[in-house]
């Protein structure tokens, strides 16, 4: 007997396309949420992202997958958004140190801001983000007490917040898992990671270039994991 | 002597448009900021206000006046983006009861985010915003502690927070005063009050329509300041 008739908690999750956020949703919707996806395009260069966002939001029952569009190359900053070459063929440990040159400024907390916005008028409560404080100790909005401040802000932001009806809850259950505890816990799921981009550089058909600091930690995350990366095969690279 | 060699510090400054946020602009740089304007395209009905932006930026001499367009539509939720009728003809007294209808679902923390990512670019670690906690005490978002939160939050979230260089500071200068002595305090620093729009509602030359929460907080304050508002000289309103 399934209890279709039990109205499930309605929660935002924010989708990147990405293997991270991706496992996320599949991890949203295990926990009993409905989930709404959001994605965003924000001027990156790596569009490839949101087709793979596309595919995921549907392939893992998204009730509805919003791309917002906003545009932070106004402000500048970034890799990711601007014409600085993407770093490439770095080590896990040299990433670890330092801030990236792909940090884009107060990217998580705008992200933040649009799903605590549609959260408001879904009526949800909880917002879901893929942050992880392993792999990305370098940006300062992956980390937990980023999350935590970002929280107690929301809750005193929003109407729900002040009429006490009900509280805003962050969930980042990537925060202190390794990659390679992701794409297991990932596969667990279901979650279909040939359908996934994580490239910050990928070729026209989404091939990954296997030299980008996102490439590097997904291949070592499966080698970690002893998984074969389904995307490698489906692009046929060994 | 002018000291023109003296580097002043950059800061970004929250501009609808409105009568609150125009004297914001003019404090911050009676403060000795160099401010960088910052207002949003968020399909307001409202348009006029964005006219009304990029006069009071060129005339109070902001460096730099930047529009985001920006899409809460797709969220829904409020008479200001939605189609639900703009409440008119109500009292100061009835509009302080209650989270209006008018409210933007987390309109302020996305508005404060833009806000963040721009003065991470720029270097700045100053961010003014004209909310007010006495005339519009309906919405959460323009509260004291909302404003403390958010300052809490945005130190963690930033490269220059996590270095630990500069401590992020939200102005809100407004937030305790009255509407006349906001007014009081804009003519002391040459606002032109006839340059801004405030009305939910105006007519397409931006004559105000006096019957909105918005128009009949500043008639009040105009009163109450004793000073005759130039806006209503302008459009022939006696």
Known sequence: MHNSLVKQPHA?????????????????????????????????????ELLAAEVIARSLHAVKHVVATIDLREFGGSALTADIDVPKG????HMAQGIPVTY??????????????????LDASDIFIGVNALDYSGYPDCRPEYIAAYEAMANLATKAGVQGS?????????????????????????????QTSSCYDP??????CQACDSCTLRAKGFAEAGVQDPLYLKHGIG
Request: net charge positive.
């Open 166 to 194: 009900q509280k805003l809850k962050i969930h980042s259950p990537l925060i202190s898992l390794s990659k390679a505890q992701i794409i297991l816990e990932g596969i667990r799921l279901g979650v279909d990671y040939s």
């Open 90 to 93: 770095r080590s896990a440990e």
């Open 104 to 121: 884009v400024p107060a990217r998580n907390t705008v992200f933040l801001s649009f799903a605590l916005a549609w959260a408001e008028t």
């Open 203 to 208: 070729g026209q058909d989404g091939k990954p």
């Open 12 to 48: 935002v999750v924010l989708l990147s396309g990405g293997l991270d956020s991706s496992t996320v949703l599949a991890m949203a919707a295990e926990q009993g949420f409905t989930p709404y996806a959001l994605s965003f395009q924000y001027g990156q260069r790596h569009a490839h």
